[in-house]
């Protein structure tokens, strides 16, 4: 945290200004602009100005995102260029989002993009069991606010937005719920 801390502070002192996670813009930049009119978006590469329904991943381990399914790209080399040599998608493994999915999916882009989402009524009962009691200890923390519309990110939780969005992420939530505990390492 320190040295982010520290990047940040030297960024700043040249005329960057943070647009999220680990992504500094100038003022000019459109990238910084998006951020300030709501139009900032995110995918596997980042942040972006630019949406599209579909993200075409090229190269070794690469993820592609057609909006409702995601797929990836062998992991090693030498599989990647058999697949291509043969002629074949060098797609390892897919996975089709539910409409559940896509919900939460938007959930996340909405808390790293803008820093805030509103829930959906039909949503409450698994945002109630999954995501508010994650929600409640990031409150604690002082890194949110959140009441049963909503959901926004304080200037000290900004720099926590993907501790923030793991409260949307129902597999891995209830995989935790499963196997009693955490499955990933904590962020700090």
Sequence with gaps: M????????????????????????????????A?????????????????????????????SDAGVAFAQNEKALHDYYACIE???????????????????KNYILDVSCRGKTSFKEEDLPLLKKYSFPELEKLTEDKLVLWNLEGVAVTELGSHFIRNICKSFDL??????????????????
């Design 2 to 33: 320190k040295l982010y801390q520290l990047g940040k502070e030297l960024l700043m002192q040249h005329g960057y200004h943070d647009v999220g996670m680990d992504h500094f813009a100038l003022p000019t930049d459109d990238l910084y602009k």
């Design 35 to 63: 951020k300030l009119d709501g139009s900032l978006h995110r995918n596997f590469m980042g942040y972006t100005t630019q949406h599209t329904s579909l993200l075409l991943g090229l190269g070794v381990s690469s993820i």
């Design 86 to 104: 043969k002629g074949e998608l060098p797609v390892t493994r897919g996975y089709l989002l539910s409409e559940e999915d896509v919900t939460f």
């Design 171 to 188: 597999h891995l939530l209830r995989n935790q719920a499963e196997t009693s505990g955490p499955r990933f390492s904590k962020a700090i």
